[in-house]
């Protein structure tokens, strides 16, 4: 296999009638989805989704796929393909069309209904073009073929490239539930068909292609929900993403047959239920669904909330209840039912959430106990099926972490598809297609792009680096005086300490050894600023290491006079 796990090249200048393939997230993480194509100058983009940030990212909103590879070439772009709803793959639109807001968007009903929503709230009215499957558009250089796949959000397509380089199938999420509750099941007779006329490249879901045999039938799950409802005494609180719309609507049923009314709590449920309802997508029982103000007048075996925040989002609904701190109060008798699969990377968040909404009392159902939720992704005895239906010239596994992607590339060459033929890239690797052949010939710069409150990609690596430090290290301040005229300390050293456990009185003692490195560094003809703030620093820093073992940010201050 081809891989990009080591530093590459830059990519040589891009031949005519050559296909290249930029991923710009996606590869090596579960989230950011994003893709670029260009041939003869033309750009098409496929997704533009967000990541949520992990534990190690303190006060970071957002993570975005990294813009800088076509800034400056965004007239050349001819559209966005959203392949489904899902943030991962249509957060980061509103962050793109900033940029150039007449880039066209398009998508399925359901999907473009959701990133239209979305735009409105960043007041950007964007062009759109709705695709069913089936449909073909003639975009450029690129024919795009939309095909129906099942995922667990309603309305996801695939879609086939066609250019004079080659043939471009990729999946975007997708599953082969053979019994989806809305009938809608993944194409695969168009899969044949693509074969039949030759895929050069087949870029693969990989997020599930770790798990042996079939994902489980959305239907399945009905059934333990309705026996969750049965067995609650008091209020239900149900985690899900704003987006699943088959699970929500699994929740409006077994509400309705134990007699409780549901609310939708979090503005992104609330959003996107409401746009489901009214295309017809998700069926409400009549009388079922109710404000959340209403709730009060309710006995609490008759209340069903239900609440984003499934991943542990620390500033969600249900992170907030666990903590105390939302308007809904969580107790003993009452139930919390995790419907929804546990992103990569979100494990320690969700355990604080459930430790937090068991410490009040609450019985909480997951998925590690209790069949309630169904992934929306292939597993790897259906990526088989799809390989040997498509009979790729060449693969290259998409959305997943490292893990996923080797995984998936296992399983295409276990269908036969020759070892050389499957390219494993990270973010930022570049794929030349040309005549049958797919190589992987340089990596562009691809960084993660942080979203922290009003500020877009002004937050570095270094800058979280240092967030750490305070969270887990603490602080010190070191103040001292200087007389730069008659080279002598007039003040201080004084010495601060936050978020470090002992008190500053353990600093006296070493006052007096800054106090001589300043006297040292004075004598010898020192006279600069930074240079006696260093000194200082290497004091503080060799006591906090030995004495107290901690490596805490200091910062050292010093005024001249």
């Known amino acids: 296999m081809t891989a990009l796990f080591s530093e ?28 670029v194509f260009e041939i003869n100058g033309r750009l098409l983009i496929v997704d533009c989704g967000v990541l949520f940030p992990e534990d190690d990212q303190p006060g970071v909103d957002l993570i ?35 940029l150039k ?124 929900i309705d026996s969750v409802f049965a067995a609650a005494p008091g209020k239900i609180v149900v985690a899900s993403f704003a987006s699943h719309v088959h699970r929500i609507q ?67 609904a249900l992170a907030r209840m666990a903590n105390r701190n939302h308007k809904i109060e969580i107790g003993v008798g009452d139930t919390v039912l995790f419907a929804s699969s546990l992103i990569p990377g979100n494990e320690n968040s969700v355990s604080r959430v459930i430790n937090g909404l068991t410490r009040l009392g609450a019985k909480v159902i997951h998925q590690g106990i209790a069949r309630v939720h169904v992934s929306g992704h292939a597993s790897a005895g259906e990526l088989l099926y799809c390989y040997n239906i498509v009979g790729p010239e060449n693969v290259m596994p998409i959305h ?35 005549d049958g052949v797919a190589k992987l010939v340089g990596a562009v710069p691809c960084g993660l792009v942080f979203v922290d409150g009003s500020s877009i990609g002004e937050i570095t690596e270094a800058e979280l680096k240092d967030r750490m430090i305070l969270a887990e290290e603490g602080f010190i301040s070191v103040f001292a005086v200087i007389d730069a005229a008659r080279r002598e300390v007039l003040a201080g050293p004084h010495i601060q300490a936050k978020g470090v456990a ?12 800054v106090r001589e490195a300043l006297d040292k560094a004075l004598a010898e003809g020192v006279s600069e600023e930074h240079a006696l703030q260093q000194a200082m620093r290497r004091v503080v820093g060799q006591f906090a290491s030995k004495r107290l073992r901690r490596r805490p940010m200091i910062i050292p201050a010093v005024v001249m006079k």
């Open 250 to 316: 699994q929740v409006l049923n077994a509400a309705k047959n134990h007699g409780r009314k549901v609310a939708f709590v979090g503005r992104s449920m609330v959003r996107n239920m409401g746009i489901a309802e009214k295309m017809g997508y998700l069926t409400v029982p009549e009388g079922v669904l109710v404000e959340l103000n209403k709730l009060a007048d309710l006995p609490d075996d008759k209340v069903v909330l239900v609440a984003t925040g499934s991943q542990g989002e620390p500033m969600a």
């Open 64 to 98: 975005l796929p990294d813009f800088s590879y076509i800034e400056d070439r965004l007239d050349d772009v001819l559209a966005i393909v959203l392949t489904h709803g899902h943030e991962d793959h249509i957060g980061a639109v509103p962050f793109l069309l900033k």
């Open 101 to 224: 807001p007449d880039i066209p968007l398009i998508g399925s009903s359901l999907t473009l209904a959701f990133i239209e929503a979305k735009l409105a709230e960043h007041r950007i009215t964007p062009l759109t073009l709705t695709v069913s499957e089936g449909d073909i558009e003639q975009l450029g250089p690129f024919e795009c073929e939309f095909v129906a796949v099942n995922h667990s959000i309603p309305d996801a397509l695939a879609v086939m490239i066609r250019t004079k380089a080659g043939n471009v199938l990729h999946t975007g999420d997708f599953k082969m539930d053979q019994l989806p509750l809305d009938g809608r099941i993944t194409d695969l007779r168009a899969f044949a068909r693509f074969g039949d006329e030759g895929v050069d490249l087949f870029m693969v879901d990989s997020t599930n292609a770790e798990v042996p045999g079939f994902t489980t039938h959305e239907r399945e799950i009905g059934p333990v």
């Open 502 to 513: 002992e008190g500053d009185e353990v600093f006296t003692a070493i006052e007096p050894k």
């Open 8 to 35: 590459l090249p830059a990519p040589p200048p891009l031949a005519d009638e050559t296909l290249r393939i930029v991923p710009l997230g996606g590869l090596g993480e579960v989230g950011r989805n994003m893709t």
């Open 400 to 434: 997943g972490e490292i893990r996923h992607l080797v995984a998936n590339g296992n399983l295409a060459t276990a269908t036969g598809v020759p070892r050389e033929n499957v390219i494993l890239a990270e973010d930022g690797g570049v794929v030349d297609v040309k």
